[in-house]
């Protein structure tokens, strides 16, 4: 059933809210064959999600000092304020007002950006969907939060599935969210989600995909792409998703990353797992590939699945030397993967088909993946 945002102007983060889902698919089906077609390859039809409403299991908002809560309109530091989100998770925006309601009783200190004080900045909610396990991370300008007992009683009483409640302190003046010391307030400081047979991990500062259904589907496409996977090199590894997945059809993989807690998450996800043939590395995966390549270190198989401004020349680099036969090129931003995929030519490998998966529904953003054969 099509559903009316009413705040889609002011808050500008869906694109196709009110232009209807199929119309979007259309719309990043002729944008993806555009893209790609200097290659002359096979475009598939993007695959669209089952349920394009309620997928976010991540949501970070900022509060104004009247405790409303939203988003800040674009280039300025106006909390454009929300009831509910079409794209949240429905739990989300209710714990959301839980918490809009307690800072208000308890006459929480808000940040305000413009004169850098106050104390919290952003909440950040994560909601591990398969296990209905809520983690909140609130952000604060503060190492203290007072009253923070009460707080997280109140919140853990009216949503039990809240199993832990975190706060980041974030000193800096950038607009970057999360800041490096943590502190557990309530719980163990994480969640565990089910993915693809397998149980995750997820702390604050880790990355997750943001939509559980459509990663599985993205995720089984990879898998499928794999050709008799054997020495496996899963960069850009995060938590160890793909890399892990990827361990019930190889001989050995090695994940890197350069995120200290997501590698933490991924050595205990290992272990949850049972899973013994996986090693994580912590590490800028250029920087790795360019010591496995002075190594001459054989890897049969390449995963990548770097942020959205892609990979870089020396990885490429690198992998020219590697010499894999295969490379599985997992992108959140076409536009860069396409720019990779052109050095990946040159250095002699070819690909025949993209698979574009609709990750982030009624926004402009696709997720794509490819695999690329040694000539
Ligand atoms: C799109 S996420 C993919 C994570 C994982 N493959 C997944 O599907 O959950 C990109 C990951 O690359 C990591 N990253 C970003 N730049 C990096 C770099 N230069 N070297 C290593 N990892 C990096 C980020 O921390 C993030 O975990």
Known sequence: MRKQCAIEKKCGGCQFINKGYEASLEYKN????????????????????????????????AFDHQYHYG???????????????????EKTDQILKKISQLFRKYRVSIYDP????????????????????????LVSNNKVFNGSKNFCKEMTKAFPDIKSIVLNVNQRKTSIVLGDYEKVLYGKGFIIDELCGLTFKISSKSFYQINHDQCE????????????????????CGIGTIGMIASKKAKEVIGVERNRDAIKDANDNKASNHINNIKFICDDATEFMKKQASMKASYDTIIMDPPRTGSTKEFIQAVKILNPKQIVYVSCGPDTQVR??????????TFTDVYPFDMFPFTEHVETVVRLDKK
């Open 114 to 137: 413009r004169k850098s004080r106050g104390d919290i900045r952003h909440v950040l909610i994560r909601r591990a969907v398969k296990t209905n396990q809520t983690l909140v991370t």
């Open 217 to 236: 589907a993205l995720y089984d496409k990879t898998l499928s792409l794999l050709k008799n996977p054997q020495k496996v090199l899963d960069t850009y």
């Open 71 to 89: 988003l800040y309109e674009e280039s300025s530091h106006r909390v454009v304020p929300y009831d509910t989100c079409l794209l949240h998770d």
């Open 30 to 61: 002729k944008k993806m064959k555009k893209l790609f077609e200097e290659f002359h390859v096979n475009v598939h039809p993007i695959e669209g999600a089952k349920n394009p409403y309620g997928y976010r299991n991540k949501t970070i908002v």
């Open 340 to 349: 990779d995929l052109k050095e990946f030519k040159k250095i002699g490998y």
